[in-house]
């Protein structure tokens, strides 16, 4: 008798039943089999093998990759399967003659005609996804040239970057003799100290005018990075801004669009409009995040009140700017009904996929400066695509020498210079300097272990006892205790409940700490922790849920976007008694307070708990990061950097020492042609 669970070919069976037998073990989704069905149908041929073809090329979709890569695809683990049923799939899709299988079909083309699939460089799309991709790297393409500056554009930024000698002042008088040297060369961004005479530097910090303290430290020393990458933005009209967190890239940007309205004021003319810029994030949530960071980073800047008011200080959602249309999934603005703007800011871009970033794109005027902003080393989008990552591919601040002689003569930092860095590389700028991680930060050092897949440096870590890092080993019995230090960290927000603070003051002790995971179901996943930490600050009398699914105090994180209320996919908001009844309150996109009735939230769960993909965006002084002591292929090095680097003040970090090494060793590789498109290595 046959076995129901073997792959092993059965009598009669076409290709699209050999697919049903693997979506009736759960191995793929039903998209997946309904896809290879709709081409089965095209063709009039379930045992065709563009049937197969289909089913993978979407379920390869389904894990965040842009297409399927011919010369790296492996026979012998198709739709993640054991290598014998790999085997079988394989010798179905006559995966040895894959290109001529492809290309000879009707429903395939090389993208100059609008057939179901595309094959291009030796890679297999859907033709909506190839045709992003292309629009994608025209439009980056497109903008990547320099723009011309005002002869003063050097001014300018030095006197946005001065040093703030104040603060150095300040601070000098609590250093002790033997770090003072390493703090002046931190503090002033040295990357050369010959020729500093660094005796009469400490001598004149407590006394002299920052003037002549700052003359004492010659400009070709310097390496700020902060202006050499608003430099960089400043003179192109497409960049990228990407560093860790801590690395100032709000800080930057700040700058960088006070040095725009400053260059854009002296080049206008009689009668002409300030510029128009827009900020935007993929979430509301991010975006709530940047309008806050952005408007402290703009206090104190040396620019008029004039020109401060031409900067904004309200971010948006890409969505929103785009212009969302009810039950439809195009925008009001697309390439033939342009925005209307002249700089548009896109924070947290590793977040956004390659359709989106598509459609934004296209939307732009051709003579639209596009800065990126985020952390090429996080996780990348939900959807397909890894557009940030793409787009850094090969950038190691290295420049062309035209570039680097712009650079130098906008901060007089000489760079590296590499005459094969592509155009689109010439406006990418990694920001290498965390201003929040120091050396003594265990946060700082565990994610730069974890970044580096350095399993020796990660041991050093764990022995150097920081006192922000801690770990609890798996392989103990300490999964209660997780749970009584989340319910001991969710307190402080609760008792405030009972004491009838104000709703502003909930958020924000809320905010404060957060547990993160892997996954969404199991002990060790976002619906487990969530009971479990519900049922433990039951146990203490801090809710009171009874049989009720609202009850005050409950956290709600929103799952779907709701255009009219203005709720996002990542929004928290808590519930809370009001004399009507119960309400659930958010803080909005501007900052403003807003309170729901239950029954209007859109999709939405309990937010004790959440995945470090919904985290992203947000950062906590207290994270508690449980990972699951199994192998999984889920567990890769971008996604525990991420987790871990949301903590600002202290890591709890419960995992298996040999789950981590597993981890950092797994690096993400997302198939996509658009590196090899925007011409970047």
């Not at 040895?96 to 009707?106: M, P």
């Not at 050097?154 to 000098?172: C, G, N, S, V, W």
């Not at 976002?526 to 956290?555: C, H, M, W």
Request: with cysteine; glycine share 6%; net charge negative.
């Amino acid at each position: 008798m046959q076995d129901e669970t073997s792959l092993t070919p059965l009598d009669t069976e076409t290709l699209f039943d050999a697919l049903s037998r693997l979506y009736s073990r759960k191995a793929i989704r039903a998209i997946d089999k309904q896809f290879g069905y709709f081409i089965g149908e095209l063709l009039g041929d379930m045992n065709a093998p563009l049937v197969g073809w289909a089913a993978l090329l979407s379920f390869e979709l389904g894990k965040g990759n842009v297409c399927i890569d011919l010369a790296l695809l492996d026979p012998f683990s198709l739709f993640d399967l054991p290598a014998q049923d790999a085997a079988y799939f394989s010798s179905l899709l006559h995966i040895e003659q894959a290109f001529d299988t492809l290309s000879s079909s009707s429903i395939v083309s090389a993208g100059e005609s609008p057939t179901p699939l595309v094959l291009y460089e030796g890679r297999l799309y859907l033709h909506r996804n190839w045709l992003s991709e292309q629009k994608v790297a025209k439009e980056i393409k497109k903008r990547a040239q320099e723009v011309a500056l005002p002869a003063h554009a050097r001014e300018i930024l030095d006197a946005l970057f001065r040093p703030d000698i104040e603060t150095l002042k300040h601070q000098f008088s609590s250093w002790n003799e033997a770090e003072r040297f390493q703090k002046l060369v931190d503090f002033f961004d040295l990357q050369d100290v010959k020729g500093i005479d660094f005796e009469t530097l400490m001598d004149a910090v407590p006394h002299a005018s920052p003037e002549t303290i700052c003359a004492l430290v010659p400009v070709d020393k310097i390496c700020n990075w902060q202006k050499i990458a608003a430099a960089t933005a400043l003179s192109s009209r497409f960049s990228v801004i990407s560093g860790g967190p801590g690395t100032g890239k709000t800080t930057t940007v700040a700058k960088l669009l006070a040095a725009l309205v400053s260059c854009s004021a002296f080049n206008a003319k009689a009668g002409t409009p300030p510029l128009e810029i827009k900020l935007v994030a993929p979430t509301g949530k991010a975006a709530n995040r940047l309008t806050q960071s952005l408007c402290r980073a703009l206090e104190g800047l040396p620019i008029s009140p004039e020109l401060r008011a031409q900067i904004p200080s309200n971010a948006s959602t890409i969505h929103r700017l785009l212009g969302v249309i009810p039950q439809r999934v195009e925008f009001r603005h697309h390439q033939e009904n342009l925005l209307h703007l002249d700089v548009l800011v896109v924070d947290e871009a590793s977040m956004v996929d390659l359709s989106l970033m598509a459609k934004l794109l296209c939307a732009l005027p051709p003579h639209a400066r596009v800065i990126l902003l985020g952390d090429r080393d996080q996780l990348a989008s939900v959807e397909a695509g890894a557009v940030l990552g793409d787009i850094c591919l090969g950038a190691k601040n290295a420049f062309t020498p035209k570039r680097v002689q712009k650079i130098l003569a906008l901060t007089g930092t000489p760079l590296l210079e590499d005459e094969a860095v592509s155009s689109v590389t010439d406006g990418v700028c990694l920001l290498r300097k965390s201003y929040r991680f120091d050396a003594n930060s265990g946060i700082g050092q565990l994610a730069h272990a974890i970044n580096q897949g350095n399993k020796w440096r990660l041991e050093k870590v764990f022995e150097q006892d920081f006192d922000d890092i801690f770990l609890h080993d798996l392989n103990q019995d300490v999964y209660s205790h997780a749970i009584e230090q989340a319910m001991s960290a969710y307190r402080p927000y609760l008792s405030a409940l009972l004491k009838g603070a104000s709703h502003e003051m909930l958020l924000t002790l809320f905010s404060q700490a957060r547990v993160l995971c892997a996954l969404t179901q199991g002990p060790f996943g976002v619906s487990g922790l969530n009971l479990s930490i519900e049922q433990a600050l039951t146990q203490q009398k801090l809710i009171s849920p009874g049989n009720d699914i609202f009850y005050p105090g409950r956290p709600i994180m929103v799952t779907q976007n709701d255009h009219a209320l203005g709720l996002y996919n990542g929004d928290i908001g808590i519930v809370v008694k009001e004399r009507d009844g119960l309400r659930v309150v958010f803080e909005m996109s501007d900052g403003m307070l807003n309170a729901f009735l239950p029954s209007r939230l859109p999709e939405h769960q309990t937010a004790y708990a959440m995945t470090i993909h919904k985290s992203q965006g947000s950062e906590f002084d207290h994270t508690l990061l449980i990972l699951p002591p199994a192998a999984m292929a889920l567990m890769t090095r971008e996604l525990v950097y991420t987790g871990i680097t949301r903590a600002k003040k202290r890591l709890d970090l419960y995992a298996t020492r040999l789950s981590l090494v597993r981890a950092m060793k797994q690096k993400t590789q997302r198939f996509t042609g658009l590196s090899s498109a925007l011409g970047v290595r």
